[in-house]
């Protein structure tokens, strides 16, 4: 099987990439010299915006990428949102809680202070609203969790400091929400 064509090849490139990619890298895969590579990226980009394809050569950070046209994002607004999340249980929103108001914290911690598992710190880790802040100098150097970025913007937070008070020492107004 031969090597695709320089327009072909420098398309493949820039999408494989994910990021700007220099003259001189495509150069390299193109195996000719920068003003040639350049020349490629020109004609490619004209072959783009001349076949109304749906993606444009964008030059920026010293480099090249392929993007969608300005006028289409409109349009694509739908895709490019992240499906909702399912509702997190209530013993999630407990263990979220009790991390959010009490971090750093341990698993063992947690589990003391709901009177229960917290089996569902995976889950909030995978959402991204808890995270691994370090570890502990308790026996066993157990992990010590804290809330993410992620976790203030889901809740409309700006900083930590924005929390409700804690009236009763109880978790459980929070999950009226």
Not at 13 to 32: D, F, K, M, N, S
Not at 99 to 127: C, D, F, H, K, N
């Amino acid at each position: 099987m031969s090597a695709p064509g320089h327009p072909a090849l420098v398309g493949a490139a820039l999408l494989a990439a994910g990021r700007p990619v220099t003259l001189r890298e495509l150069g390299q895969v193109l195996g000719v010299s920068e003003d040639a590579a350049l020349r490629v990226v020109q004609d490619f980009t004209q072959r783009l915006a001349q076949a109304e394809l749906g993606f444009q050569v964008e030059a920026v950070a010293g480099g090249y990428r392929l993007v969608v046209p300005p006028g289409t994002a409109p349009h694509l607004a739908p895709l490019l949102s992240p499906p909702p999340l399912p509702a997190l249980s209530s013993a999630a929103l407990e263990v979220l809680a009790v991390i959010a108001y009490r971090q750093p914290v341990t698993r063992v911690e947690i589990e003391a202070m709901r009177g229960g598992s917290a089996s569902t710190v995976v889950t909030l880790q995978e959402r991204e609203l808890v995270k691994v802040v370090g570890r502990s100098e308790a026996v066993g150097q157990p992990l010590l969790y804290g809330t993410t970025e992620r976790f203030l913007l889901e809740f409309g937070l700006t900083t930590l400091a924005d929390l409700p008070p804690l009236d009763s020492g109880s978790f459980a107004h929070l999950l009226r929400s």
